[in-house]
């Protein structure tokens, strides 16, 4: 596609609930990064794909957090149990760089509020 | 415990203006600094990307400069204009690929 796309771009869930957020990079990248970015602050690192091979998950911030990308391709971010502290933006960029030090390629985001 | 610092925090000028932001960072191994504009409700969009030898880089009325050796860099914009109003976020990349964010300078240009 022509630029990395996101949705829902809005997800407002009630606490307790399930969500899933799909990415879809710019065909042929091959690396894959989820943010979440809170309200007034930089984009904080969530995980890291290359290919289908997630190689770096340390910024999940708990067990509700859980990425794949099965196919190399699309990823989707799953949040269990949804708590208040969820509420934030999360950023998927891509980059067709292997290691990760190439462009990055944002998408416009999904803004999930957790009532 | 950020490592990329940011400021000022927030900034209004007048269209037409100039102005600096400022990035001081201690993130290490260095592999590139790249500064990013953040419309509200967007994604952020690359404006440049600079390695360990570059110290300068245009794009339009933008400036970045670099100085690896105080780990400072700055973003100038020259002759500002309304849509410039956004968030400036500074970015540094490690060897291994590692992104650490500032948390942005928000640049409101008022007519």
């Known amino acids: 596609g022509a630029g990395v796309s996101q949705s829902p771009r809005y997800k407002v869930a009630k606490r307790g609930q399930d969500v899933a957020l799909r990415c879809d990079p710019i065909s042929g990248h091959v690396s894959l990064f989820w943010y979440q970015q809170a309200l007034g602050q930089g984009p904080e690192f969530l995980t890291y794909f290359q290919n289908e091979a997630q190689l770096d998950k340390s910024g999940l911030p708990s067990d509700r957090f859980f990425a794949e990308r099965p196919e190399g391709s699309v990823s989707t971010l799953k949040i269990q149990r949804t708590q208040q502290e969820d509420s934030a933006v999360y950023l998927c960029?891509?980059?067709?760089?292997?290691?990760?030090?190439?462009?990055?390629?944002f998408g416009e985001g999904s803004r999930l509020t957790v009532l | 415990k950020n490592q990329v610092e940011q400021s000022p925090q927030s900034l209004i000028i007048l269209e037409g203006k100039n102005c600096t932001l400022q990035c001081n960072y201690t993130v290490s191994p260095f592999s590139n600094l790249r500064w990013y504009k953040q419309d509200t409700g967007r994604g952020p969009v690359s404006l440049t990307i600079m390695t360990f030898s570059e110290n300068t880089k245009s794009n339009g009325r933008y400036t970045a400069t670099l100085d690896a050796d105080t780990k400072q860099s700055s973003l100038h914009i020259t002759a500002s204009q309304l849509s410039d109003s956004a968030s400036y976020i500074c970015v540094v990349v490690t060897n291994a690929g590692k992104s650490t964010f500032g948390d942005g300078t928000t640049l409101t240009v008022k007519p």
């Open positions: 960029a891509s980059s067709e760089d292997r290691v990760g030090t190439g462009e990055l390629f």
